[in-house]
T-cell receptor, first 111, second 115 residues
Framework: ELKVEQNPLFLSMQEGKNYTIYCNYS?????LYWYRQDPGKSLESLFV?????AVKQEGRLMASLDTKARLSTLHITAAVHDLSATYFC???????????FGTGTRLTIIP | GAVVSQHPSRVICKSGTSVKIECRSL??????MFWYRQFPKQSLMLMAT?????????EQGVEKDKFLINHASLTLSTLTVTSAHPEDSSFYIC???????????FGPGTRLTVL
């Protein structure tokens, strides 16, 4: 059974600081996704990582994938309040369209 | 592109009644649609996968007679919660893909409250 874990589960950080959210998964996976969810809203797609060593950046967010370590990171640079949200990673496997979601990381940016 | 809508966005119903939630792909043909449930402060849990014209495949622990899924066309899937109870209150999110291992696109969600 594919398991996906994130840490930390909760994160409060000050504006302007840097931090990293980690996503570990238990078995070989083919694609890794990062999503953002605001309270009461659905998911917003942030990144899709397809191969080992993949790195993608959008604004203050950068995601990377290490398939050998079964680890993805979401790095936040110089955090701003607008980044406060819950972030989920999810993985799927070739031949299986189902997504398995991580536990989520609730990020709060403090002024 | 890749827009998925859900209707209604919110619904409140009495215990024992049935509620239907629609999921539509607006600008692509969704061969496969997925239904998720999310309880407060928890992650998304897949309930079932539906392929157009076929019976839905339910995840372990999800009652297929309680959560009826129909995917009769390439742009519409429906989830009917039958004989709803307060414990069915949750945020229901659908997603759609063109199938063949394509990316899923998520709908805006439906918040169901059963009194």
């Amino acid at each position: 059974e594919l398991k996906v874990e994130q840490n930390p589960l909760f994160l409060s950080m000050q504006e302007g600081k840097n931090y990293t959210i980690y996503c570990n998964y238990s078995t070989t996976s083919d694609r890794l996704y990062w999503y953002r969810q605001d309270p009461g809203k659905s998911l917003e797609s942030l990144f899709v990582l397809l191969s080992n060593g993949a790195v993608k950046q959008e604004g203050r967010l950068m995601a990377s994938l290490d398939t050998k370590a079964r680890l993805s990171t979401l790095h936040i640079t110089a955090a701003v309040h607008d980044l406060s949200a819950t972030y989920f990673c999810a993985v799927d496997r070739l031949g299986n369209e189902k997504l398995t979601f991580g536990t989520g990381t609730r990020l709060t940016i403090i002024p | 592109g890749a827009v998925v809508s859900q209707h209604p966005s919110r619904v409140i119903c009495k215990s024992g009644t049935s509620v239907k939630i629609e999921c539509r792909s607006l600008d692509f043909q969704a061969t496969t649609m997925f239904w998720y449930r999310q309880f407060p402060k928890q992650s998304l849990m897949l309930m079932a996968t539906s392929n157009e014209g076929s019976k839905a495949t339910y995840e372990q622990g999800v009652e297929k007679d309680k959560f009826l899924i129909n995917h009769a066309s390439l742009t519409l899937s429906t989830l009917t919660v039958t004989s709803a109870h307060p414990e069915d209150s949750s945020f229901y999110i659908c997603s759609a893909s063109e199938g063949g291992y394509n990316e899923q696109f998520f709908g805006p969600g439906t918040r169901l409250t059963v009194l």
